[in-house]
């Protein structure tokens, strides 16, 4: 039986991919027991070859590839989809775990049944120094639920999916996915899971180790397409907290009032560089969120003007979007302005 799936999505990382293969064939169960998916999402460089040479070496890696790219959220949703383990975990191909740490991590699961269990990360920042992230001090065996409550504002250290391993079974039952975009996928993935997570386990132990990769979505210049997939994330919290309000209020209002400042900002500051069907993209999460966004917005002026009249500036923006769109490309990429 397979116990452990680990999917990795799998793009723009031939320098890092062999650590992170490494790490995971650097342990301590037999790797039978043991799934490598690896999903290529249409990935330019020689990550491909890299993964086809490993395996040579190991029966137990699967290479996935997309025909046309899903991003890292619809990677991860491939992985998930071909996983035949009892337990899962998402690593990221630039990064890598701790060795011999997989006896310990699947022990934890099975002793307490648990449908999700978390642990520590280190992060590596741009200066190649190392920082223990540390998300909770109780180690106690909890809900999600009562984890996030308590995180209260500091919920978003919880965010990344590479901090955990989930019960295959409970992620299927909930039907859990991604959503497909290349930013903040994974926090709207697990602000859901581990909220209904009935059996949450938190260890103050790091695992993971996230390494600063400069040629990363979250370290390059981000462009309006970009905030488009923020835009989406900040859409699907909302919908979240609507769902939690009445059962965790303190929970739900900190977290709308962090989404609420995503939205008010790529209103103001990307809305007119959207083309035509990233307007109308954009405009459906506006209007879905009108009444909340008019009521916490803490926009002024013009761009509150603009929020007020949307459906009246969106014909408009039809003449005025593509001039803008080119003076940003000007001055970014012919002057290297932001």
Request: net charge positive; hydrophobic share 40%.
């Amino acid at each position: 039986m397979v116990k452990l799936s680990f999917i990795i999505p799998c793009y723009n990382a031939e320098k890092y991919i062999s650590r992170c293969l490494d790490s995971i064939y650097n342990q301590d169960i037999p790797e039978s027991e043991f799934e490598v998916i690896c999903v290529n999402d249409c990935s330019p460089d020689n990550m491909r070859e890299i993964i086809l040479e490993y395996q040579k070496q190991h029966s137990n890696l699967i290479l996935i590839e997309h025909e046309i790219s899903k991003r890292p959220g619809g990677a991860r949703n491939t992985g998930l989809k071909n996983a035949k383990g009892k337990y899962i975990w998402f690593i990221d191909s630039d990064d890598y775990i701790k060795v011999n740490c997989l006896k310990e991590l699947l022990f934890e699961m099975e002793k307490y049944s648990l449908d999700v269990l978390n642990f520590e990360l280190m992060k590596e920042d741009s200066s190649k120094q190392w920082k223990l992230l540390l998300a909770s001090e109780s180690t106690e065996i909890i809900t999600g639920a009562q984890f996030l409550d308590n995180l209260a504002g500091r919920y978003s250290v919880n965010g990344s999916s590479s901090s955990k391993i989930y019960k295959a079974d409970f992620l299927f039952t909930q039907n859990l996915k991604f959503p497909e975009i290349g930013f903040f996928e994974d926090q709207v993935f697990n602000l859901q899971a581990v909220f209904l997570a009935k059996n949450f386990k938190h260890k103050q132990i790091a695992y993971y180790y996230y390494c600063y990769n400069e040629n990363s979505i979250m370290n390059t210049r981000s462009s309006y397409k970009v905030k488009l997939d923020v835009l989406c994330y900040a859409n699907r919290i909302l919908s979240f907290t609507r769902e939690v309000e009445n059962t965790y209020p303190a929970l739900a209002e900190i977290v709308r009032i962090q989404m609420l400042y995503y939205i008010d900002n790529i209103l103001a500051k990307q809305y007119i560089l959207c083309n035509n069907k990233e307007r109308k993209t954009a405009k459906c999460y506006i209007l879905e969120n009108y009444d909340m966004i008019k009521q916490y917005t803490k926009l002024t002026g013009w761009k509150l003007a603009l929020l007020k009249n949307i459906e009246i500036a969106s014909p408009i923006l039809m003449i005025v979007s593509p001039p803008a769109r080119f003076i940003r490309w000007f001055y970014r990429e012919l002057l290297g302005r932001k």
